[in-house]
């Protein structure tokens, strides 16, 4: 109905009548989310308000709005059906962190780790970024839940956003629409989780296919102590789809601490033996360890079976019977394309052939995607990340790179490149990884890039020894030479980027579970290393053949296993590896012997400065540092020496 002012006034529906209509229509009965979502809209202005309910038909609908606007990409359906291509601004390709904030009311209480901001200056800041930022744009509601709709660890988050990519995402990371709203039910309580991609639109401008904020205008803040979550300026991943990092990690790792629970940057996989016995194991490492290559990873020893629950995030409870049992809060991949193949990891490869979103990927001329290390050919011509035309060429060293029409040569993929695939399409997702019960785990699994020093495997001997062995986590980045330790880059836990409060009292609270429980019930504790290298380069051939290293955990689980106790924890004896059908073509059996027993020994005096490195590392938390953790470095320092 028109407007009686004049024919061009904007305010063109009839108030009434709209307003019982869209009454009648409310998604919700949650008065409080229905005033919380109605002020962030007239706060951004933006231009109207979708809540969405999750269907496929909204998810379809928002890709091809996406395909018209030049956001998408729709890819060969012969070759890829269902999968889209997006490219991000030059800018915005992966998560900021030194843009990311922790503001909380005392800056001790965020430690070192985190960049802490005053809440009341960081909320009057991006008040003012989110005023008007959303104007000529959709918000989008997305209620969410992190774990299986329903089950007892399981987190409703609510995102509100002017990004339809965020949106499809949302889709496959997390449970999102009608069934999280109807679970929340009119007094629930949800996460409050702000975002915009912070570029409004003028009446009548042309939108860009990425549009975000600059650098110096990007905020990702975590109030923790109201657990809300803020996120301005950014349309990418860890920053953008707040699920993941912001609330599955930082959020969640802050409200476990309070009620005594852990959240942690961990895969969880399923491990059968031929003789039909299951192990849960969860495992924390670094980027760039092989995390997703881990949880589905095809065992390369007969009759072991290998099924993925989590390849990222788990949330953890100790339950009646005393055990700690996970769940994993996502129900998507979220992972690195460049290097994924089916030598690194087939059961990604196999996850990615259909209703995929990859983002930052080279497009072929044939509609389909690839990266550098695909394991295919390198095509002649591709689309790279960046939108140029690029042809491969051979540089002066006689590598073949590509190169745009200015002679610029570069990655035909960004190595941030990424896939979002349903969980669902993994061929080797475990039946029971939505059970909202969780699954009991068995082992955890520390680890990290350490090409000196740092045995194949370790068993820490007691609790605080695990905790001990989980601070000292890192990847080395350069080595002076093979017999010492170069940079190692502490990253406790693999939380390093993820921690919302002090590292120090994150520590603690892990010393804390064997109170919670029959410390007996509690998980075994492993450290592992598949990156050691020697003179010939690795010494260990990792991928499949890590199911060799996992069966002996599960011996130990079992209270087999041979290990001989030493001054750094319980090591395979040698031959307590499987290595029946192992292969290192750059080895010959009597070098494979002496490789084993290099791996697995103690190399004492390597020894003596890693653990003067971790020491170091505990310094700027000064006294807050849990003492018996100092106290555990002081007992492993003096074992090193009597093994001397
Ligand atoms: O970009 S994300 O934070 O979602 C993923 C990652 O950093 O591994
Ligand atoms: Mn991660």
């Known amino acids: 109905m028109a407007c009686k002012k004049n024919a061009t006034c904007a305010c063109k529906a009839a108030p009434k009548k709209a307003k019982t209509a869209v009454a009648a ?86 430690g070192p780790n985190c960049n802490w901001i005053e809440p009341a200056e960081l909320k009057q800041t991006m008040t003012g970024l989110y005023k008007g930022c959303m104007k000529g744009r959709t918000l989008y509601v997305i209620p969410f839940s992190m774990g299986p709709v329903g089950s007892d660890i399981a987190k409703i988050g609510v995102e509100l956003t002017d990004s339809p990519y965020v949106v499809v ?16 039910g009119a007094h629930g309580s949800y996460i409050k989780c702000l975002h915009s991609i912070g570029s409004p639109l003028k009446a009548g401008q042309k939108d860009s296919t990425w549009p975000c904020a600059p650098i110096e205008k990007k905020y990702i803040a ?34 476990a601490k309070q009620e005594g629970w852990l959240a942690e940057h961990m895969l969880i996989l399923k491990l059968t033996s031929p003789e039909g016995k299951s192990y849960n194991i969860a495992a924390a490492f670094p980027s760039a360890c092989g995390k997703t290559n881990l949880a589905m990873m095809e065992p390369k020893i007969p009759g072991w079976k290998v099924e993925t629950i989590g390849d990222d995030i788990a949330w953890m409870k100790i339950k009646e019977d005393g055990r700690l049992w996970a769940i994993n809060p996502e129900s998507g991949f979220f992972g690195v394309a460049p290097g994924t193949s089916m030598d690194s990891n087939p059961n990604a490869m196999r996850t990615i052939t259909k209703n995929t979103i990859f983002t930052n990927c080279a497009l072929t001329d044939d509609g389909d995607i690839w990266w550098e290390g695909m394991g295919v050919p390198a095509p002649a011509h591709v689309i790279n990340w960046k939108g140029e035309d690029v042809t491969l060429t051979v540089n002066d060293q006689g590598k073949k790179v590509y190169a745009n029409a200015k002679g610029e040569v570069g990655p035909a993929a960004h190595a941030n490149a990424r896939f979002t695939a349903p969980a669902t399409q993994c061929p080797v997702i475990a039946s029971n ?82 109170l919670r429980t029959d410390p007996t019930k509690l998980p075994k504790v492993f450290f592992t ?116």
């Open 25 to 110: 229509k409310l998604p919700t009965q949650h008065q409080e989310l229905l005033a919380w979502v109605k002020d962030f809209a007239k706060l951004t202005q933006a231009k109207d308000v979708v809540w969405c309910d999750g269907s496929k038909r909204e998810y379809n609908e928002l890709c091809d709005l996406m395909v018209k606007g030049g956001v998408f990409t729709k890819l060969n359906s012969k070759k890829r059906p269902g999968c889209y291509l997006a490219r991000s601004h030059w800018s915005d390709v992966a998560r900021v962190e030194d843009r990311t904030y922790i503001a909380c009311a005392n800056k001790e209480d965020a």
């Open 169 to 184: 995402n949302m889709h496959i990371m997390t449970r999102v629409g009608t069934k999280v709203l109807k679970q929340l």
């Open 222 to 255: 975590h109030f923790t102590e109201t657990a809300e979550i803020w996120s301005f300026g950014s349309g990418y991943g860890g920053n953008a789809l707040l699920g993941k990092k912001c609330l599955a990690l930082r959020i969640a790792s802050f409200l």
């Open 529 to 644: 290393n598949w990156f050691r290298k020697d003179e010939k380069g690795f010494m260990w051939n990792g991928f499949g053949d890590n199911a060799r290293v996992l069966k002996w955990v599960c011996e130990r689980i079992e209270g087999k296993g041979k290990a001989v106790e030493t001054a750094i924890g319980f090591l395979p004896t040698p031959d307590a590896i499987d290595m029946d059908g192992y292969v290192d073509a750059g080895r010959d059996a009597a070098c494979l012997k002496a490789t084993m027993e290099a791996l697995l020994s103690v190399d004492v005096e390597g020894w003596k400065s890693e653990v003067a490195a971790v020491q170091d590392s505990y310094k700027k938390f000064g006294a807050r540092m849990p003492f018996a953790l100092t106290a555990k470095l002081a007992e492993i320092t003096k074992a090193l020496e009597a093994a001397k």
């Open 433 to 514: 990884w939505e059970d909202p019960a969780g699954v009991p785990i068995d082992a955890f699994l520390f680890g990290g890039r350490r090409p000196t020093v740092i045995p194949l495997v370790n068993q820490a001997k007691d609790w605080t020894h695990a905790v001990f062995m989980g601070s000292a986590a890192g990847s080395e980045t350069t080595a002076a030479n093979l017999s010492q330790i170069g940079v190692v880059r502490r990253d406790p836990m693999a939380m390093l980027p993820f921690f919302s409060y002090n590292t120090a009292d994150y520590l603690l609270h892990w010393l804390t579970m064997p």
